[in-house]
């Protein structure tokens, strides 16, 4: 089937042939599951190919997840760091994006079930990435969102926002302190960066504009189980963190460990934080594409993968990114942007090179960047081979290299433009409390109140679990 000028139409190959060998002797089929850092390489090598490509993504538009730390703390908007994957892959006419989510893979007729239907493939990429693990303690994530996805980034925003609002209406001191108390878990590179990002909202960006509470006496816990911050940085760098994040005021407590989450605050082998705002930045799991491919994952379940980063046994089906389990050299490849998109880019050139008949490339191998974190306004880590940069040098090269790495010039121009203002005027302009019913909720609890723990609006800090998600996307385990 031709449409439109268009090589072929993938699509309707794609689902007609689910049951039967996909290609039949025609364009062969290549099904890219996950339109992230990996599945994105893998299907832009693929462009143009004398091959029919299919992208399917549970959402319609690739996130930055990098710069998601922003839009949870107002600096830039959902828009700025995401794209729509149909965008992205447009102009390659043999490429189709299917938005669908996938929930298993028949082995034996070579298909991928994605939703309402079966999707064939001859070859097939998993790109399926990781979320966020509570080390088996699910149930704290109605307390704790983590940060994977823009929803997640406009719940914590709407959380630290609203517990800001309800301070200003609260006359009880101690609901008040709760309220202003914001709790990071995990002191790696996501952890550190919320807790440099709320510094700067609430105590540089906010104390003009409330009346009843002073937005610069907040407290803000990080609170880390191992014994450093940034342990994948040298130890010089960990301290350097910890000592600039504490003379900002944030508290660093490491060999901290959480013992439990509830509405109200958070359980520690140090004690109990009374707090309204819990971030989750500790630990990931993969996807579960190990469980769909019937094999066994490692720890984080991860799919153990050959030097081609093909699945034994199945050479026609690929796994790359947080999903893969890569070694080399004795030690794991990082679950990180870089890796992903060297993996894309790789298995698209096996794939290329098995549709040209000519040799496949010879094994996978991760070429490290570099690791960065920023800290604050002025501040950021970065390790980059032997150099070690820190300070406003190292957040000048952060802020560089991420502006390098968004999509569009569009989108580079918009978030560079973000930050000097942000950095010259002290402001954060997405300061948005998006989901209507937890701002009515804010409201109606503000003029009801008689000194009273709050009875719990929808979705509101320190209230009961965020039932009323409205896709069920807070009560989301992880996978
Ligand atoms: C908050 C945060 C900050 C980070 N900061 C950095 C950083 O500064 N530098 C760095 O290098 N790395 C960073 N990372 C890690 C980096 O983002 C990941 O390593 C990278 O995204 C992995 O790419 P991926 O393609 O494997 O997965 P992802 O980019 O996560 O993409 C997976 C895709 O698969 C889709 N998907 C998942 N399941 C299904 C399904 N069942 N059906 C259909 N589609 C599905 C998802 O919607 C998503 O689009 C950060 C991660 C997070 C969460």
Known sequence: ?????????????????????????????????????????AAKALGGTRADVVVIDRQNHHCFQPLLYQVATASLSPADVA???????????????????????DLKRRCVRAGPIDVAYDQ??????????????????????????????????????????????????????RLMTIVIVG???TGVEMAGAVHELVRVAMPLDFRR?????????????????????????????????ER????????????????????????????ATLVWAAGVVASPAACWLGVEGDRAGRVKVGPDLSVAGH???????????????????????????????YVGAVIKARIAGKPAPGPFHYRHQGDLATIGRKAAVAKIGKLELTGFIGWLFWSVIHIYFLIGARNRFVVATTWLGDYLTFQRNARLITLDRSASAV???????????????????????????????????SV
């Open 1 to 41: 089937m031709h449409t439109d000028g268009r090589q072929s139409d993938p699509t309707h190959s794609a689902l007609k042939s689910a049951g039967a060998p996909a290609s039949q002797g025609a364009r062969p089929l290549i099904v890219v599951v996950g339109g992230g850092f990996g599945g994105l390489e």
């Open 83 to 105: 794209w729509p994957i149909r965008g992205i892959l447009g102009r390659w006419p043999n490429i189709s994006v299917f938005m669908a989510e996938v929930t298993g893979i």
């Open 124 to 177: 097939l990429v998993l790109a399926t990435g990781a979320t966020h693990s509570y080390f088996g303690h699910d149930d704290w994530a109605p307390f704790a969102p983590g940060l994977k996805r823009i929803e997640d980034a406009t719940d914590i925003r709407r959380r630290l926002l609203l517990a800001f609002e309800r301070a200003e209406i609260e006359d009880s001191p101690e609901a008040r302190e």
């Open 187 to 189: 002191g790696g590179p």
């Open 213 to 245: 509470i002073d937005p610069r006496k907040a407290r803000i816990v990080l609170v880390e189980a191992g014994n450093r911050l940034l342990p994948a940085l040298p130890e010089t760098l960990s301290a350097y963190t910890a000592a600039t994040l």
């Open 248 to 275: 900002m005021g944030v508290e660093v407590r490491t060999g901290c460990t959480v013992m439990a989450c509830d509405a109200m605050g958070v359980e520690t082998n140090g004690g109990r934080i009374e707090s």
């Open 315 to 345: 050479p026609e089906i690929f796994v790359v990114g947080d999903t893969a389990a890569v070694v080399q050299d004795g030690n794991p490849v990082p679950g990180v942007a870089a890796a992903a998109k060297q993996m894309g880019h």
């Open 443 to 477: 409201r109606s609890e503000g003029t009801a109140r008689a000194g009273a723990e709050p009875s719990g609006g929808a979705g509101l800090p320190g209230s009961e679990p965020v039932a009323e998600a409205p896709d069920g996307e807070r009560l989301r385990s």
